[in-house]
């Protein structure tokens, strides 16, 4: 009886928070969830906009690296990046620049300083998508089907696949990250939640720290570092603010409730 209410009270909240929300967002396919839309310049440059996929990346690099020591931006378009950013080696240009190695191979150049219809063919529309195409999609399965999975988000449960060592996240570049001492990772706590009947939240530092480090997060996501600081509602959560920074677009959505609250009512 208390499990049948707890999927009822989930269910409550979610349709609350739809409602709250105005409208219903369409359930993306896996391998679309955490893809961004870049186009700050491109259009007005006559090339059709960069769709930047997360599970690319997220493969091969932590979080923390790709938004704290090369510097993007948390949400989309607020990076403003140019071509010719690129082609001076930051943002993309910090990796793709023909010189960089991953797995003893070449990452690809992302931006040519000429134009010419060969560039183009061979490197532009590596990252300028054109059209949907089914190869990406392809990849993606291929790439997914012998990882973790999960049943909301693109399918795939990543912390599962980091902690089992079958996919292993780097989290420094020699000439862009600083060496640093390795802080005390702070102990699991429980967050008490407001609803009745909701089972408590198990927020674990260790979790995060593997892809976020703490500069991610603190102190532009929680401005205080001390349990219970920082106050907070799943509406505003919802919004995109403080976990939702991040979950619902990148990370598991928080309709997945059970990831969170995981800690059995006393």
């Not at 090339?47 to 690296?65: A, G, N, S």
């Not at 191979?105 to 300083?113: Q, R, T």
């Not at 990252?127 to 949907?132: L, N, P, S």
Request: aromatic content about 10%; hydrophobic content about 35%.
């Amino acid at each position: 009886m208390k499990k049948i209410s707890c999927v009822l009270l989930f269910l409550l909240i979610g349709a609350s928070i739809t409602w709250a929300a105005g409208t219903k967002k369409r359930k993306l396919p896996p391998y679309e969830f955490g893809s961004v839309t870049i186009n700050n310049y491109s259009q007005q440059s006559g090339m059709p906009p960069v769709v930047f996929d997360h599970w690319i990346h997220r493969q091969y690099y932590t979080c923390r690296l790709c938004h704290v020591d090369v510097g993007f931006g948390m949400s989309a378009g607020a990076t403003k990046i140019r071509a010719a950013d690129n082609i001076k080696g930051y943002f993309c240009g910090t990796c793709h620049n023909g010189r960089t190695t991953h797995n003893k191979k070449a990452v690809f150049d992302s931006c040519a300083k000429e134009y010419s219809r060969e560039a183009y063919n061979s490197r532009c529309v590596k990252c300028h998508e054109i059209e949907k195409s089914t190869l990406k999609e392809d990849q993606f399965f291929k790439f997914a089907q012998n990882l973790p999975k999960e049943r909301f988000g693109n399918g795939i449960n990543w912390e599962k696949a980091e902690s089992e060592g079958l996919i292993k996240p780097i989290d420094q570049l020699e000439g862009v990250s600083i060496n640093k001492a390795k802080l005390k990772i702070q102990p699991d706590f429980a967050l008490k939640s407001k609803v009745e009947g909701m089972p408590e939240i198990i927020f674990s530092h260790k979790k995060h720290t593997v892809w976020n480090g703490c500069e991610l997060c603190h102190p532009e996501i929680f401005m205080g570092i001390k349990r219970g600081a920082t106050k907070y509602t799943m509406i505003e959560l919802f919004e995109g603010k403080y976990c939702g920074v991040c979950h619902d677009k990148v990370a598991f959505p928080q309709s997945d409730c059970q990831r969170c609250h995981t800690k059995a009512v006393q």
